[in-house]
Structures are given as C-alpha cells and as structure tokens.
C-alpha cells in the first residue's frame, strides 16, 4: 500500500509540474517570438525610413537601382515586386515619387527560426527534467512521510505472529502517526483486560 501512495503522489506532483511548466512555457515562449518579430519589423520600419530619406534627398547611388542590399529595395513603376521568400519577414510601403511603386523591407528570419527551434526544445527539456525532479522529490517525501506508518505496521505483524498484545512504540512527535499508535495502543488495551478478565473467568471456572 505504501508503495502506491508514493507512487500516486509522485505522478500527480510530476503531472501537475508539467501542467503548470508547460502552461508557463507555452506562454512565455510565444510572448518572446511575438516581441522579437515585432522588433524585427520595427528595425526593418526604421531602415525603411533611412532609405526614404536618401531617396528624398537625391541619392545618386539610388538612381536605377532596384536593389539597395539584400533587405532593402526600390521598385520602380512596372518593375516586378521581389518573391516572397520562405522564412522571411517584408514590409510594403507606398511611396510618393510617381516613377517609385512601393520601398520594400526585407528581413531573413530563418536564423531566429532556428534560434527559436533550440529554445524550444531546450523549452521541453527543462521542463521534463523538471518534472522528473520533482516527481522524485515527492517520492522521497512521502516514503519519508510513511516510514513510521511502515515501523507501526512491522510492529503489529511481530505482535501478530507472537500472539502478543503488547503495545507499539509511540515516537512522541505529536503528529497524526503517534494519534495513531496512541489509539492502537488503546484499542490493545482494552484486548488485554478483555484477556485478562476472560483468563479469570476461565481459572475461577475451573477451580468451582
């Protein structure tokens, strides 16, 4: 019976920590791609601003060119949009000029892709180690917790096989396992005097 005590509190401590980390994870985890892709297109935003205003100022390097670098472009009026490109983060913007269809940001985020993958994963790692620990903790609590449950058990068995009504030892701690050796010692008691008056019963019967 100890046994399965410890087990059920180890796999409801251990379930409930994967609960609660992952709840926490989940959470945690999506706030932080959500800001890093936010700042992203904020740093892509004020790239974007820095080319309008070469672009407003004349820029000669600008003139014809459709491409500035690998994250930025012009596109001319009936020039083709760039394709979109897998794993990627753009911005779209208008531009004023009539012979200018659109400025387009362009920010390779493959790299914080993989960047996310290890977290995550080292996400789910912790998290089950930590359950582990955790689970194995309340293990040796609980048998700890149990061990004079365990003693008191032994005791009544040695009594048992003895055929002895002698009374079980009681640790003096005040917790609930000496509530429970008092009380069986109690109980122990009372068999003893119903013994002992029934052992009377049976010499005064034999000597009449």
Not at 22 to 47: C, H, K, N, P, W
Not at 112 to 134: H, K, M, N, P
Request: hydrophobic residues 45%; contains cysteine; charged residues 25%.
């Amino acid at each position: 019976m100890g046994v399965g005590i410890r087990a059920r509190v180890a796999a409801a401590a251990a379930i409930a920590t994967v609960c609660l980390l992952s709840l926490v994870a989940t959470f945690g985890y999506s706030a932080m791609v959500a800001a890093t892709r936010e700042s992203q297109i904020q740093l892509l935003d004020a790239r974007l601003d820095e080319l309008e205003e070469r672009l407003r100022f004349g820029d000669d390097r600008l003139v014809g060119s459709l491409q500035i670098d690998s994250g930025l472009r012009v596109v001319r009026q009936g020039s083709e949009f760039p394709p979109d490109i897998p794993g990627t983060l753009s911005i779209v913007r208008k531009h004023p000029d009539p012979t200018i269809d659109a400025l387009v940001g362009v920010v390779d985020a493959r790299r914080i892709e993989a960047t996310f993958d290890t977290i995550r994963l080292g996400l789910w790692v912790a998290v089950v180690v930590t359950s582990l620990v955790v689970g194995a903790t309340a293990w040796m609590v609980v048998d700890r917790a149990l061990a004079p449950v365990r003693r008191l058990t032994r005791q009544a068995e040695a009594n048992m096989a003895s055929r002895s009504l002698d009374p079980v030892s009681v640790d003096g701690a005040g917790d609930d396992i000496d509530d429970l050796a008092t009380t069986f010692n109690a109980m122990l008691g009372k068999l003893r005097s119903a013994d002992a008056e029934r052992r009377r019963f049976v010499s005064d019967a034999s000597h009449e």
